[in-house]
């Protein structure tokens, strides 16, 4: 169970640039992103895509931007919304 006090930025990122993750969840647009209506699923549950950039929101979460290439295009992500996929090591 996460803590809703953590300060995330205190801790070094969970993931690190060129990670393939896969989102935990559909992931809809808020408002904030442009050329989609509100209420739009931007990333589906199960979409796979690699962080992009490593920022951080409120001087307290780290918010990683995921290229998901399918869909041609780049969503602000909390570590809670990802998992890593772990490739598994060629024979």
């Given at each position: 169970?996460?803590d809703p006090d953590e300060?995330?930025?205190?801790?070094?990122?969970?993931?690190?640039?060129?990670?393939?993750?896969?989102?935990?969840?559909?992931?809809?647009?808020?408002?904030?992103?442009?050329?989609?209506?509100?209420?739009?699923?931007?990333?589906?549950?199960?979409?796979?895509?690699?962080?992009?950039?490593?920022?951080?929101?409120?001087?307290?979460?780290?918010?990683?931007?995921?290229?998901?290439?399918?869909?041609?295009?780049?969503?602000?992500?909390?570590?809670?919304?990802l998992d890593e996929v772990?490739?598994?090591?060629?024979?």
């Amino acid at each position: 169970m996460r803590d809703p006090d953590e300060i995330e930025i205190y801790k070094d990122p969970v993931f690190e640039y060129g990670v393939k993750v896969v989102s935990r969840k559909n992931v809809r647009n808020d408002g904030t992103f442009p050329g989609k209506e509100i209420g739009e699923v931007l990333v589906k549950k199960g979409d796979v895509g690699y962080v992009h950039s490593i920022g951080t929101f409120l001087q307290r979460y780290y918010i990683y931007g995921v290229d998901w290439i399918d869909r041609g295009y780049v969503v602000g992500m909390r570590v809670h919304e990802l998992d890593e996929v772990k490739e598994e090591a060629a024979q």
